[in-house]
């Protein structure tokens, strides 16, 4: 359920000129999520008390301020209206919890430090009332968009499993925009699988704004995560090949890490974004995971299969960012190795938390810290493609190639193949000997027939 309708949101604000500056942050802030400022305090969707503590007896007076505006809440619930009520600054900081206990009808209590977190906590209130927020966020289909359900491209298929993100990394609109993890019930998912095997699909990618976070219920009433879900699919007969993407490294659990071990149809390869290398910026980021954990998490991975091949989403110049945190990227990337991978430059989206973060990078170190990433990224898939050649590979041929004669297809690790086969061979799983590699293709001859000529170089 999507809120249209604009609300109202008043600041009170006590104390310094920092606290008048902090107000404007928080209208500011929260401007994106459709507040707009009331002078009017019974007339607000949200009121916010920016305390003082310097003054003797500022928190009794906080108090007394905050039973006189619950009168109002309650009398606009008892409309069948609503009221948050929001206590900041430094009494929030100073009596922290105690707040609540005193005041139980107050929503949010948050002190200076935690501003930037305002636009999270608002979508969260609002997530647990059963409401969606409708927001001025821009919605940005690079980075917030997922391919339609149950759409058979040759003989790949994508199916959507859950929707939205609970995670509120601080550089991203997908929580704001595309609301909280929803996953659809195990047996939905398995219908439509079956479908789109009968419409001539093969492999199936499941998609997910953060797939491993799925949690499905199935006939029984059983909670299945990833998994199990993987491992329910891999036994409808005709499914050849599975996918996930994309997922959240913190959300990967052992059942998921044992379906890549145990379920031979699920693919050897993984989109895992880590984002950067360095805990700073991870921790700024509002990731929930560290360099640390990324890096055993992947080690646990390899554990369970060993030919697994990495990509992930890689973001340059995120505010803050050093050149020591930038060196930790790089060396993240070195450590862990990617057969592909996609980086970005910060793009500030107007009302994230991060787009309100002092220390922005300059454009031009962002162009340099990019270059740097991609030429090392762009190295590590030269050399894993060319790792291949010799290897036979199981290739899914989807497409005609560009030339008479030719099938394209997909490797296990994504990668494009081209080879000169026969046309019926569309649509089938074949083992292909690789005979050539470039950055981005390769080249392949049929793995029984390698009597015949070399496949064309690829691009
Ligand atoms: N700036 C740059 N990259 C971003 N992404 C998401 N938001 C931003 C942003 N504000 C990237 C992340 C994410 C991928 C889909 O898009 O790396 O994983
Ligand atoms: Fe955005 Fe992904 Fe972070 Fe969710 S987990 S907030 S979708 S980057």
């Known amino acids: 359920m999507t809120d249209t309708t604009p609300k109202k949101l008043h600041i009170k604000t006590y104390g310094c000129q920092m606290n008048v500056y902090d107000s404007d942050r928080m209208a500011g802030l929260l401007a994106p999520l459709g507040y707009a400022l009331t002078d009017v305090v019974d007339d607000a969707d949200m009121v916010l008390l920016n305390t003082c503590h310097i003054r003797e007896k500022a928190a009794e007076k906080v108090y007394s301020e905050l039973g006189r505006i619950n009168k109002m809440k309650q009398a606009r619930q008892a409309d069948g209206g609503a009221m948050i009520l929001g206590v900041a600054g430094c009494v929030a900081q100073a009596e922290g919890e105690e707040v609540l206990k005193r005041a139980p009808y107050v929503d949010m209590v948050f002190g200076p430090q935690t501003y930037h977190r305002l636009p999270e906590m608002v979508a969260r209130l609002h997530r647990e009332k059963g409401a969606q927020l409708d927001t001025d966020f821009p919605e940005e289909s690079k980075f917030d968009h997922l391919t339609a359900p149950g759409r058979v491209e040759g003989r790949a298929a994508f199916l959507t499993v859950q929707e939205g993100c609970d995670k509120f990394c601080t550089f991203c609109v997908v929580p704001y925009t595309r609301g909280a993890e929803f996953s659809r019930p195990v047996d939905q998912v398995l219908a439509e699988a079956r479908q789109l095997v009968a419409q001539g699909a093969v492999e199936i990618t499941l998609l997910g704004q953060n797939v491993n976070a799925y949690h499905g219920t199935d006939a029984d009433g059983a909670e299945l995560g990833l998994g199990g879900l993987i491992r329910r699919l891999a036994e409808i007969d005709g499914i050849a090949r599975l996918r996930y993407t994309t997922s959240y490294p913190a959300e990967v659990d052992d059942a998921l890490i044992a379906a890549h071990r145990d379920v031979p149809e699920l693919m050897p390869y993984l989109h895992l974004p880590v984002q950067s290398g360095s805990d700073r910026v991870l921790k700024a980021m509002n990731r929930r995971h560290g360099r640390d954990f990324y890096i055993d998490l992947v080690a ?4 369970a299969r060993p030919d697994l091949g990495l990509s992930s989403d890689f973001i340059v110049g995120f ?6 945190d930038f060196q930790d990227t790089l060396s993240l990337v070195r450590e862990v190795g990617y057969v592909q991978a996609y980086s970005f430059k910060y793009s500030p989206r107007p009302g994230t938390p991060a787009a309100a973060m002092e220390l922005q990078v300059p454009e031009d170190v962002k162009d340099a810290r990019l270059k740097e990433l991609q030429d090392l990224l762009n190295t590590q898939q030269l050399a894993f493609n060319q790792a291949c050649v010799g290897r036979t ?6 497409r005609p190639g560009r030339h008479a004669g030719q099938l394209l297809g997909r490797s296990p690790y994504m990668q494009a193949v081209h080879v000169d086969a026969p046309a019926d061979w569309l649509g089938r799983v074949a083992d292909l000997k ?5 950055g981005n293709s390769l080249g392949a001859v049929l793995a029984d027939a390698s009597e015949q000529p070399a496949a064309r170089r690829s691009a």
């Open 434 to 438: 690789i005979v050539s590699a470039g």
């Open 300 to 303: 646990r991975l390899r554990a």
């Open 393 to 398: 590979l199981p290739v899914l041929l989807d």
């Open 319 to 324: 505010p803050g960012e050093t050149d020591a």
